[in-house]
């Protein structure tokens, strides 16, 4: 045991210090030395397997110590092995990335092309779109904005209209009855304006709310 045991320790460390050479390693011939190190390291673990048998054959006082050098080696190897595959990981990662950028620089755009055209299209009417309805809400807006100034010129109109009336009524000495229905008529026209003021307050906010 104790020679399979020296022996696997070597090459332990042989594998380790070829681990160092991987960053210094030109890319085309990494890919040969990641082979190299996956080998020696498959065959390190056969060398544990075997180890492994022999510690547990040894004498019941010397058994336990074996296990745990065995155990030390398989736990050096395990570690070894992970940074192999982190390294060829990264590799094939950055590989990736080089190849994709050598892509897209290599591609040539033009004003037809399939894969643009369709997504400006598409943000062109959008923007229209979106246009024509803020468009269409200061239309609203401006309307709004000129029926209650309507509504506010009538106002001061039937006022002064009313008032005219009443002046007009004393003068001519008409009647009580009479002088009423001319101040019931006024009334209705004012909640007829109040109304009207109201219901166009009703369909600004429920345009500003919908279509804002």
């Known amino acids: 045991m ?4 020296h022996q696997t320790n070597k090459q332990i460390h042989e594998i380790q210090s ?22 020696r390291i498959d065959q390190t673990f056969n060398h544990l397997e075997r180890l492994e048998i022999l510690a547990s054959k040894e004498p019941p006082n010397r058994r336990q110590n074996a296990k745990v050098r065995v155990d030390q080696l398989k736990y050096d190897v395990q570690h070894i ?4 595959q ?29 894969d643009t055209s369709i ?24 309307s709004g904005s000129s029926i209650l100034n309507g509504i506010r010129e009538q106002r001061s109109t039937l006022k002064g209209t009313h008032k005219k009336m009443l002046d007009v009524a004393n003068m001519l000495g ?3 009855t009479v002088m ?27 345009v500003i709310r919908y279509l804002g």
Not at 81 to 84: E, F, G, N, T
């Open 81 to 84: 092995r992970s940074a192999l």
């Open 18 to 39: 070829m681990m160092g050479n991987l960053e210094r390693t030109d890319r085309q011939s990494v890919h040969l030395l990641e082979n190299e190190l996956q080998h």
């Open 119 to 142: 997504p400006i299209d598409e943000t062109l009417q959008f923007n229209s779109s979106l246009h024509n309805a803020h468009r269409g809400m200061d239309d609203l807006l401006g």
């Open 174 to 176: 008409l009647s009580n």
């Open 180 to 206: 009423r229905l001319i101040e019931k008529r006024a009334t209705q026209d004012k909640f007829i304006m109040i109304g009207g003021m109201l219901l166009t307050c009703v369909v600004i906010f429920l």
């Open 86 to 114: 982190n390294f060829q990981h990264r590799r094939y990662t950055q590989e990736a990335q080089e190849r994709e950028r050598e892509e897209l620089l290599s591609r040539t755009f033009t004003t037809n092309d399939a």
């Open 2 to 5: 104790e020679t399979l045991y």
